[in-house]
């Protein structure tokens, strides 16, 4: 049987791209059979600096998102990372299995990290170990995930691999986990600058499209985003050059559930004037319902507590004998 697991840093407030490149894609998911585990990553926002005394809410507001999003708290376990404390307990068994070649490779923390990578903690650095601890704790099969994690996926899978070679005495311990990337809306950008990905820790807020921004907000910053001057292209093959254009019209295709050349086809030859008001209007009506159900959650603090709680016993159901398997496979004392 399949097994689903992903998460988000509660590092501030979900965004459109977290929606369209993932959490979109949980909500089907749940209808498979597959078991589900969605968790809000606490321990990797550590990784940064951040305020502890925030943390906790942050915590609260993505569970909220996601269930207000559709995730249901009844078929899929919704929980703090923190809260299962086999993740921790995997994650250093997996950082003896990964290779330092590997996380040499691995371009977020060289992103995140920036020129001065003396001061980044080492938790950066090892970021994508705890990562597979997420996944394998589980022994998960499919990570639904935008575009940007497709590398700490790899790196997922070739812990995985090599853990099964050295301690699997010819069997399968961990299935390599697939990551599962929508075709639109995988790698949404920043409003200001079409190269760069949209992302919480932008520091201008109208870069995003957050899903609790209201009608308002979310008509401005669309109508404040970085344009070309020329009109929009027939073709996608267009769109190539122009990184901006490109990411509108990804958006809207994502938002209305069509594809980019269909787009193209009535907006080809517009300008952004004609098609901005559209886009806005997309994007209100697809958010609404969500900020909604948000708004409404995240004022009943009871409430998701008493779904992340629930969420973190099941999680812990599925870990505690993973974890048991582990630690005999890899040696450690027991009377
Ligand atoms: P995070 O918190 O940066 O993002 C959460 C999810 O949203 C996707 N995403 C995007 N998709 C499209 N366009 C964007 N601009 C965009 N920004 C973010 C991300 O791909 C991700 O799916 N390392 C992960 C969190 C994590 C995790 C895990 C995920 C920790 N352990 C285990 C899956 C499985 C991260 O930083 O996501």
Known sequence: PDRILSGMQPTGGLHLGNYLGALKNWVPMQDTGAECFFCAVDMHAMTVEYDPAV????????????????????????????????????????????????????????????????????????????MAADILVYKATHVPVGDDQKQHLELSRDIAARFNRDFGGGEIVFPLPEPVILPTGARVMSLKDGTKKMSKSDPSDNARINLHDDADTIAKKIKKAKTDPEPLPETAQGLETRPEAKNLVGLYAALTGTSVEAVLAEFGGEGFGAFKPKLAEAAVSYIAPISEEYARLIGDKAEIDAILKRGAERAREAAVPVVAEIRDRVGYWRP
């Open 55 to 130: 943390l906790p809410d942050r915590v609260r507001g993505v569970a909220a998102a996601y269930v207000a999003a559709g995730v249901d708290p009844e078929r899929s376990a919704i929980f703090a990372q923190s809260a299962v404390p086999e993740h921790a307990e995997l994650n250093w068994i997996l950082q003896c299995v990964a290779r330092m070649g590997w996380m040499e490779r691995m371009t977020q923390f060289k992103d995140k990290a920036g020129k001065d990578s003396e001061r980044a903690s080492v938790g950066l650095f090892t970021y994508p170990v705890l």
